[in-house]
């Protein structure tokens, strides 16, 4: 995870204040079963926030225990009034997150191409 540089976004415009104290953990490889408990540990540990932004670009595959994972995780941030964000998802993971109900649960706009995008949206 990493506190935002804001001089690695790219593209015109600046972040705005909502997104200054945001963290954003990198995900790489496939979520299933096997790690499941890794990802809860890890975000267990990031500092505290008001925003956590999953960059799921490095996972190739996700299943039905990583999405469970994700929604728990979604819940319990959220009961904290921690926003959370998820980019960079491909097509597969995409699909098996939209089939889950987890995409409705969390609201489209929470879910952005990549992280500068989700970055530099002001709306959020």
Not at 117 to 123: R, T
Request: proline share 2%.
């Amino acid at each position: 995870s990493s506190v935002v540089d804001e001089s690695r976004i790219v593209g015109s415009g600046s972040i705005g204040d909502s997104h200054r104290e945001s963290i954003v953990v990198y995900i790489t490889g496939t979520i299933f079963f096997a790690n499941a408990n890794t990802l809860i540990s890890e975000v267990q540990k990031l500092p505290e926030s008001n925003e956590i932004i999953f960059s799921l670009r490095g996972v190739p595959d996700i299943d039905t225990t990583g999405i469970q994972v994700f929604t728990d995780i979604y819940n319990e941030l959220h009961c904290k009034n921690i926003k959370v964000l998820f980019c960079g998802m491909n097509d597969s993971v995409s699909k098996v997150v939209k089939q889950s109900g987890l995409y409705a649960e969390v609201g489209a706009k929470n879910f952005y191409w990549s992280v500068d995008k989700a970055l530099l949206d002001g709306n959020n």
